[in-house]
């Protein structure tokens, strides 16, 4: 004998199952999605420069949001008219009311260059974008954040331009190690970086 009672009790426990297994197949996959902080990526918008000083920094601050991201790659547009290679580090600082407080949170070094590079149809490109893998160095931070370069070497009466904006946050920068961070409030770099969003 059948018993009919039971058909829709197993019909709706494996309807659960199937819900459960595909909430957690998505769970899984939001943990892995990417996204975008920092400014407008651009080119060719250079508003100011900066000097090349061994110490000096240049950067951002950036919203990670309230939960905790990993730095995947940091990207920003500059104009190098020399032929100079310019060596730099990535700093990643927590946000204060104003300015950046604490030590670096990246613990190890992150290097990355500014090379002057020949366009394949053309003449020595002015204008560039800069990318550099922040992936393996397993930087995790939230809330907000400043992102800046900063130089290893001096290089007497060089200096870049960054690509930038107007009223998105402005920029902050140090002329050396030795001196306090300032900020110019209308005219923001365009510093951006992919992130993944963790759990």
């Known amino acids: 004998m059948i018993n009919y009672y039971c058909l829709p009790l197993s019909k709706t426990f494996r309807l659960l199952f199937t819900c459960l297994i595909c909430f957690t197949a998505f769970s899984g996959l939001a943990q892995d999605k990417t996204k975008t902080i920092g400014h ?17 920094q240049v950067g951002i601050r950036m919203n990670a949001g309230h939960r905790p991201v990993e730095l995947l790659k940091l990207s920003f547009h500059v104009d190098n008219l020399g032929k100079d290679t310019i060596p730099f580090k990535v700093n990643v600082y927590a946000m204060g009311d104003k300015l950046p407080q604490g030590d670096n949170l990246v613990k190890q ?8 590079e020949k366009d394949p149809s ?3 490109m002015n ?17 907000d954040i400043l992102i800046s370069v900063e130089f290893l070497n001096t290089i007497p009466n060089k200096s870049l331009g960054f690509s930038c904006g107007l009223l998105n946050g402005g920029t902050y920068y140090k002329k050396n190690s030795d001196t306090e961070w300032k900020k110019i409030p209308v005219v923001g770099a365009d510093f951006n970086v992919l992130v993944k969003k963790l759990k």
């Open 40 to 56: 407008k990526s651009r080119s060719g918008t250079t508003n100011n420069s900066f000097g090349v000083v061994q110490g000096a």
């Open 127 to 143: 204008n560039q974008l800069i990318s550099v893998d922040l992936s393996p160095y397993k930087v995790d931070v939230k809330g």
């Open 122 to 124: 053309g003449p020595l």
């Open 109 to 116: 070094e992150i290097k990355g260059s500014i090379i002057r």
